[in-house]
């Protein structure tokens, strides 16, 4: 049974844009939407791994990706990663 209310830590590393290399919540913002949109409290954490998103749930990662294969801004309902992101940590129990 799927449960609601998980805090979900989304870890996320720097990437390159326009010469510039750092931290930037730009294209967290759909993956953030998708998970509080079933429910999830979201967290960010910084880590070090470049261009590189992971979802914490209760200390075990459940999802990564590559964070610049994300959708810049938006609300996460058009991109497949948002989709799968939410069913890993739907499926995370």
């Not at 070090?48 to 209760?58: F, G, M, R, S």
């Not at 459940?62 to 989709?83: I, K, M």
């Amino acid at each position: 049974m799927p449960q609601k209310n998980l805090l979900v830590i989304l870890q996320y590393g720097p990437y390159e844009s326009c010469g510039i290399i750092e931290h930037r919540t730009c294209r967290l913002e759909g993956l953030q939407a998708a998970l509080k949109a079933v429910g999830h409290h979201c967290v960010l954490e910084k880590i070090d791994d470049w261009t590189t998103v992971k979802l914490i749930v209760n200390g075990e990662c459940v999802y990564t990706c590559n964070l610049t294969d994300l959708e810049f801004g938006g609300d996460g309902r058009l991109d497949p990663l948002c989709h799968e992101a939410t069913d890993a940590v739907r499926d995370a129990y």
